[in-house]
């Protein structure tokens, strides 16, 4: 019972107190880490559940840090939204832990301690991010998950300690501008609390500070999530970034940073301010039409796996930003929906190129000529994800899809459907064409000069693991799509759109 | 001029800002870079400082608080400075000290790889 009610901190504390583990353990045997990072993972996907499982059967939570009232004491407050985000953030990163083994040991040997202490300080940043219900304290998180970010980004081969870099400028003018943000909230109101301000801020609504604050704060987040045109920080990061590193960012930093954007939007300020009193929702969603269109053509210009994937994220996180300004019931859903979705199918994705990396040793779109005779049950799971990726039914993305076009329905937004079916349509030929590779042209020999031929078999049991569990999970949460919304999205949306 | 006289500190951050957003996105050396982003994250410290400033005012410590008589001393807010944004900028500080690290990190790891430090160098290299 104990531990049932202290789950909200414990999910936080346990991956913060593996990270110090880690460190340690790796000092005296460099074997431990992995161990530790699995099941610091572990113990914070638990409490993870156990507070979802509290609060569909009770209702949302709010945990005092220390027992400090707020609005003067940090406040955790974990509702069905986030609690779902919750779930996912960390059930993604215990599979990504699972996967991080074989391809650590391959690409960074010498530096395992360093890389498993990072990723498992950066969910811990991820995870806050997600529970807090204070501004200044998503502030502090924010820079964790960033700064932890940016070191595993640069632990990656040569390109990526250039790519590491443009990515710290951009992202601390990110964070500097949320900072930015909350400071104007808080001369106003006089308050940091998510809670408090959402009660104080409508007598200010007609306020000028109020919306450079609102300005400065989504485009502090738009920077972080690498929406159009503000991207330009993700794709050599996240191409040139170590594969087991990619695996963990890759689908969850912008996957959080919607859900920041989101939670401001619905909690701070409110859906009547953002919605109705400021008239900037159509721009936006033309400027998310821009962002799908941009994503999918650049992706479709590449020749390179890992870096169509990066311009894919950019195309997604387009999806979710454009769903949220539809402003009706059904926009707001599906992008709820496929915070989840995408969550799991770039996850599924990554590991897929990450274990091309790691048989073949590259990843041009040329490395993957045969592997679906080599390795049938990895081509399998890769295909599920692209099923998904595309939007075909049962797997999870087709559902999230068909809100998102719902909710442009009701919103009469035929431009954000137009982009929707373009983008699927471009999803289809990208993924065709790797499929067609992968099993209609016979293994070549590039590599001149390679005077042993690379015997490519299966991928090694651990990234087989977390490959064929996310691949069904797709499956599996696709089905229940409409339990997930029924019990526990709906509970969040909006009322009155 | 009245105005911009009473709101002198904001228009210095703004400025100050602008200096540290032009290093970072104009300059061509990457150690100038990471200097226009302390100056930028600098500024919004001291944005942070001046809001909280207060003249004839004093730290929220109530003198003589102990005893008995506590009850019949009036407290004034007016005579006392707010201390969260100073307290706030302590941590914003040490995020900032912390970016300034790993950003000097990987201008080191990028000297040793390239031996220069010039952006438009680097690039040729990497073409």
């Not at chain 1, 960033?146 to 990656?156: E, H, S, V, W």
Request: hydrophobic share 55%; proline share 3%; glycine share 8%.
């Amino acid at each position: 019972m104990m531990i049932v009610k202290q789950a909200p901190a414990l999910l936080i504390i346990i991956p913060l107190l593996g990270a110090f583990a880690i460190n340690i353990g790796g000092w005296f045997n460099k074997r431990a880490c992995y161990p530790l990072a699995i099941l610091a993972m572990l113990g914070s996907f638990v409490a993870c559940v156990i507070t979802l499982q509290q609060i569909v059967a009770t209702g949302p939570i709010s945990y005092r840090l220390g027992g400090w009232a707020p609005p003067f004491g940090i406040e955790y407050v974990i509702d069905h939204f986030n609690g779902l985000v919750l779930v996912t953030v960390s059930f993604v990163s215990l599979l990504a832990a699972i996967f991080a083994k074989q391809s650590v040991e391959q690409e960074l040997p010498h530096k395992m301690v360093q890389f498993y202490t990072l990723f498992v300080l950066l969910v811990t940043g991820l995870l806050g991010m997600t529970v807090t219900g204070d501004a200044f304290n998503l502030y502090v998180l924010l820079e964790i998950a960033a700064l932890t970010g940016y070191a595993l980004i640069a632990l990656g081969d040569n390109r990526a300690l250039v790519a590491g870099f443009n990515y710290v400028i951009l992202g601390t003018i990110g964070a500097s501008f949320y900072l930015l943000g909350v400071g104007h909230l808080y001369i106003m109101t006089g308050s940091l609390n998510m809670g408090d301000l959402y009660s104080i801020l409508p007598h200010l609504y007609t306020n000028r500070a109020i919306f450079v604050a609102f300005l400065l704060i989504l485009c502090g987040i738009w920077l972080k999530m690498a929406f159009f045109p503000l991207h330009t920080w993700l794709p050599n990061a996240y191409t040139f970034a170590p594969s087991a590193a990619g695996c963990l960012v890759a689908p969850l930093v912008t996957k959080v940073s919607v859900y920041i954007m989101m939670r401001i939007m619905l909690s701070v300020f409110s859906a009547d301010y953002v919605f109705n009193i400021l008239h900037l929702a159509d721009a936006i969603v033309w400027l998310a039409v821009a962002a799908i269109l941009f994503g999918s053509i650049l992706a479709l210009a590449q020749n390179d796996l890992k870096k169509m994937l990066t311009y894919l994220i950019v195309a997604e996180v387009g999806y979710m930003v454009g769903g949220f300004w539809l402003a009706t019931g059904y926009g707001i859903t599906g992008a709820i929906l496929h915070i989840v979705n995408d969550a799991l199918m770039t996850f599924c994705l990554f590991v897929f190129a990450g274990i091309v990396v790691y048989k073949t040793g590259g990843h041009k779109l040329s490395d993957l000529q045969g592997l679906y005779r080599k390795m049938p049950i990895t081509m399998a799971a890769f295909t599920i994800g692209a099923f998904s990726m595309i939007g075909v039914p049962p797997t999870a993305g087709f559902f999230s899809k068909w809100y998102l076009i719902l909710g442009a329905i009701q919103a009469g937004s035929y431009h954000y459907i137009a982009a929707l079916l373009i983008s699927s349509l471009v999803n289809a030929i990208l993924f065709f064409r790797i499929i067609e590779i992968a099993y209609f042209e016979p293994k070549m020999d590039h590599h001149a000069g390679h005077a042993e031929k690379i015997n490519i078999d299966e991928a090694p049991l651990s990234m087989l693991v977390s490959l064929i569990i996310v691949a069904l999970c797709l499956i599996i949460i696709g089905l229940y799509s409409g339990d997930i919304v029924a019990n526990i999205i709906l509970h969040s949306v909006p009322t009155g759109l | 001029m009245e105005y911009l006289i009473s709101h002198y500190n904001y228009w210095i951050y703004i400025l100050l800002m602008m200096v540290g957003l032009y290093a970072m996105l104009a300059k061509n050396n990457l150690v100038k870079k990471v200097i226009g982003m302390s100056i930028f994250q600098t500024a919004i410290i001291l944005f942070y400082v001046s809001i909280s400033a207060k003249r004839d005012a004093t730290i929220p410590i109530i003198a003589h608080g102990h005893g008995h008589d506590t009850a019949h001393a009036v407290v004034e807010a007016a005579h006392y400075a707010n201390p969260l944004p100073h307290v706030l900028m302590l941590t914003a500080i040490v995020v900032s000290v912390g970016t300034l690290g790993v950003a000097l990190a990987i201008c080191l790891a990028i000297h040793r790889r390239y031996n220069t430090l010039e952006e438009d160098e680097i690039q040729e290299q990497l073409q």
